[in-house]
Structure formats: structure tokens, C-alpha cells
């Protein structure tokens, strides 16, 4: 930078005009010894112009540049603050992540029953009444019991065990005559259900066999009433949706293919009723669950069952033609839940998937002249 600065002042004093002529005679060589003179003083001052150069201080010192090791460092930081972010989202996505899979759910609760029983003619000449039962009290027990998910996380964890029991007390059915007749009632069913898994969604499907019993006093031929004793397989599908980790919805409906309405002494198909009687039924079930612990958990939902049935009038005792037998259950009860192997190892797999990043470097930029001169300097 010094060189540079002597050449530049030394080029105004070297090139201060064109050459003069020499001119004859002795002013030309009075001129010219006058202007050599004038140039050999002229370097000492432009010589002590370089050292004032060098005496006058330093250009102010701009910012200094970022080091490979800043940037480094910024990196690393860069990258602590990645891993951080991934790490607290991996931590919230555990936390929401449904836990999807149970292996077990046991519950008990009240229950209140809703029936009604309509023929489908005037039965009232067949000695015959059409009834209906107000809310009634009953207490029931749930079930859903996957084995192999306290062990496995595989499709085998995906099979298990439902079924359901409940049993009614102090209901009496109000017929037309404006009698309160006594009641007995009660129904189970159980069998075999697979889920299959979809995330949040899990979708199942199911085959059981069931009974339901309705046992009626008769008072008479006004409102002599068959007792039913349904027998069924029932043919399901449904889903379970995981809203979050405690709170799960859960929609079905199956088909219940009849295989005898009651066939005994006093029931709809005995002699002294419909025998050639022939049913089919359908029922539709909602329900919501919530988390209260881990293990404890709060139920509540609603179902609907109806049974259609026809008759043959030329041959059966009675000239009626069928009826519908129509249900409706409302309960709410506490349950025990049990997560599987697959609930928790699906949470510890996105957490071990979030790797922390290694810190990329930053490319060092290029410095510009002014740096340069700066360092130089």
C-alpha cells in the first residue's frame, strides 16, 4: 500500500507539463538549471507527503468480518436450535399422537331402555294389544379383550374377545288398557372382533351370537302378550375414531340374522301364537369415551335394535301378519382401560425417528478490497 501511495505522488511531480525546449543561448541553460533545481526540491516534499501518509491515521477499521469459526459457531447454533424445534415437535406430536391401540376395556354402567311393540294390523280382534315399555332401569357390563396385544404389536394384537351383559329390574310394560303388566327382561351376545388400524381411524369388523328375553304376565286375552326370546347371530362392522389420547368416538352396526324368536311354552312361535313366525333385526350403536387416568375412563353412549317379524295368517292361530319390536338403550358407566405394546411403541418410534441434524458449515465469504486493505494495513 506504501509503494502505491509513493508512485501515485511522484507522477504529478514527474509529469508537472511537457518538456520545455532548450532555447539558444544561456537563458535556455539559466531555465533549465532553474528547473532542475525546482525538481530536485520537489522530491523532498513529495517524500515528506509520503511520510505524512504514512503519519495520518489509520483508516477507520470497518466491522470485522465473520470468521469461519463465527460461522461455525453460528451453525452450531443453527443447528442446537433445529434439533430443539424438531425435538419439542417430536415431544408435542407424542403427546397428541392418539394412543390408538387398548388391549383391554371392561366397563359397567346404568342403563335406561325404551321399547315399543307395534303390530302390523289391528290386532285388537286376535285378542292382541299393541304395547310400550317406558324408560326402564338396567345395569350392564362391557367387554373388549385383544391377548395378544399385551405382548405384540403385530396383526394378532388386532384380535380379540367383545361381548356385553345386561339385566333389567323393576320394569312393568303399559299397555292400552292403561295395566302396568310385569316385566322381566335381559341380553348378552359376544364373539369374535379384528380392528384394523389406520392411524387415527380404526376400522373393525365382527361375528358373535346373542340372546334377548322379554318375559310378559298375561292378563287376559285383551292384552295376552307373547313372550320373546330372541336368539341371533350378528354380523358387525364399525370404527373407532381417536380424537385425541383421551377422547375416542365409536359408530356400528350389524346385522342380526334370527334364528328363533322364542319357541317355548308362551312365547311368540308356540301353538297358541304365531309358529311360522320369521325375523330378522339390525342395530345401530354410537358411544364416546374419555380418558379420566390412564387406566380409568368415562363412557357414555346409545343404542337402537329393531326386529321385524312376519306371520303366516292362514295357518297360525291369530290373523296377524307380522309386527315390529323396536329398542332403544341410553347408559353412561366407568371402565377399566389397558393399553397394548403397539400404543406405546408406536410414540417411542417417532421419537427415536427425529434425529438431531449435524450442524452444517457455513461457506466463508469472500472479502472484499476494503477488508483486504484493512488487514494489510
Known amino acids: 500500500m506504501l509503494a502505491r501511495a509513493k508512485r501515485s505522488k511522484r507522477k504529478p511531480a514527474g509529469s508537472g507539463g511537457d518538456k520545455a525546449k532548450p532555447a539558444p543561448g544561456g537563458e535556455a541553460d539559466d531555465d533549465a538549471d532553474d528547473q ?46 433445529t434439533v430443539s424445534k424438531k425435538g419439542s415437535s417430536a415431544d408435542a406430536e407424542e403427546t397428541s399422537a392418539p394412543s390408538a391401540l387398548t388391549a383391554l376395556e371392561v366397563g359397567f354402567g346404568a342403563k335406561a ?23 326402564g332401569p338396567q345395569t350392564g357390563g362391557w367387554l373388549e379383550f385383544y391377548p395378544a396385544a399385551f405382548g405384540s404389536s403385530g396383526f394378532a394384537a388386532n384380535i380379540g374377545l367383545y361381548g356385553s351383559l345386561n339385566y333389567g329390574f323393576g320394569v312393568s310394560t303399559n299397555t292400552t288398557a292403561g295395566k302396568d303388566i310385569p316385566t322381566a327382561f335381559r341380553d348378552f351376545m359376544g364373539g369374535l372382533k379384528v380392528r384394523i388400524p389406520f ?57 342380526l340374522l334370527v334364528l328363533d324368536a322364542g319357541s317355548g311354552a308362551g312365547q311368540i312361535k308356540s301353538s297358541a301364537f304365531f309358529p311360522s313366525t320369521k325375523a330378522l333385526g339390525v342395530d345401530l350403536g354410537g358411544s364416546v369415551a374419555f380418558r379420566l387416568t390412564n387406566v380409568i375412563g368415562l363412557r357414555a353412549g346409545i343404542d337402537a335394535r329393531l326386529y321385524s317379524m312376519s306371520f303366516n295368517p292362514q295357518t297360525d292361530a291369530r290373523a296377524v301378519s307380522g309386527a315390529v319390536d323396536r329398542y332403544l338403550v341410553t347408559y353412561a358407566g366407568l371402565e377399566i382401560v389397558l393399553d397394548g405394546q403397539g400404543a406405546s411403541g408406536a410414540s417411542d418410534d417417532s421419537g427415536d425417528a427425529e434425529e438431531a441434524p449435524k450442524p452444517s458449515k457455513r461457506k466463508k465469504a469472500p472479502k472484499s478490497d476494503d477488508e483486504e486493505e484493512s488487514e494489510e494495513s
Do not use: C
Not at 113 to 121: D, I, K, M, N, P
Not at 208 to 222: K, P, R, W
Not at 227 to 237: E, I
Open 113 to 135: 331402555l325404551f321399547r315399543q311393540l307395534s303390530w302390523t294390523a289391528d290386532a285388537r280382534a286376535a285378542g292382541l294389544g299393541p304395547y310400550s315399555l317406558t324408560p
Open 199 to 255: 392411524g387415527s381411524v380404526i376400522p373393525n369388523v365382527s361375528v358373535g351370537y346373542g340372546q334377548q328375553a322379554f318375559q310378559i304376565s298375561a292378563t287376559g286375552n285383551n292384552t295376552d302378550l307373547p313372550h320373546l326370546n330372541y336368539q341371533f347371530m350378528r354380523l358387525g362392522a364399525g370404527t373407532r375414531i381417536q380424537v385425541s389420547p383421551a377422547v375416542s368416538i365409536d359408530l356400528g352396526a350389524a346385522y
Open 36 to 81: 532542475a533545481s525546482n525538481s530536485r526540491a520537489d522530491k523532498p516534499a513529495a517524500a515528506d507527503s509520503a511520510d505524512a501518509s504514512e503519519d495520518a491515521p489509520a483508516t477507520p477499521v470497518k466491522k470485522r468480518p465473520k470468521m469461519e469459526s463465527d460461522s461455525t459457531a453460528e451453525g452450531d447454533g443453527d443447528a442446537d436450535a
